[in-house]
C-alpha cells in the first residue's frame, strides 16, 4: 500500500497494506 497514499507509507502499510492489495488486485 506504499504505493497508493503517503499516509499508507507512514502506516508501513500494516493494516491498510491489506486493503491495498484488494485495490491492485
Known amino acids: ?3 497508493h497514499l503517503p499516509m499508507d ?3 508501513c502499510g500494516i493494516t ?3 486493503n491495498s ?3 491492485e488486485a
Do not use: C, F, K
Open 1 to 3: 500500500g506504499s504505493s
Open 9 to 11: 507509507m507512514t502506516n
Open 16 to 18: 491498510n497494506e491489506s
Open 21 to 23: 492489495q484488494l485495490r
